[in-house]
């Protein structure tokens, strides 16, 4: 679950494709404190670390043919600026709304 309050601003570094899959590296200050299959929120969308390297600051995470169909993921770039958050704690704040980042269609 998110706040849907944005945390920060993670810059794309690198993407990767593969067969239908697109794997992107993201760099934010904060990666050092990431985790593998931690939740994160990136424009909205919810996507799942899969890989870290905490001497750059970096993460990878993989959208598959559906999350690049029904989101803006598909415009990303390296250096596209990306709004972030991770997700929330369960003893944190309630500073925004309960979102999850699931996305079932576009409009």
């Not at 309050?5 to 993407?15: C, L, P, Q």
């Not at 985790?35 to 993460?59: E, F, P, R, W």
């Not at 803006?72 to 972030?84: A, D, M, R």
Request: charged share 25%; net charge negative.
């Amino acid at each position: 679950m998110f706040t849907g309050i944005i945390e920060k601003m993670a810059k794309v570094v690198a993407i990767e494709q593969e067969n239908t899959n697109y794997h992107f590296t993201l760099e934010v200050d904060f990666a050092k404190e990431l985790k593998i299959d931690q939740s994160m929120a990136h424009d909205g969308c919810c996507l799942t670390v899969v890989k870290l390297d905490y001497d750059k600051n970096q993460y990878v995470v993989t959208a598959m043919k559906e999350t690049m169909d029904k989101t803006n993921l598909s415009t990303w770039q390296v250096g596209t600026e990306v709004n972030v958050e991770r997700s929330m704690k369960m003893d944190g704040r309630f500073d925004g709304h309960i979102v999850q980042g699931h996305v079932d269609q576009i409009a």
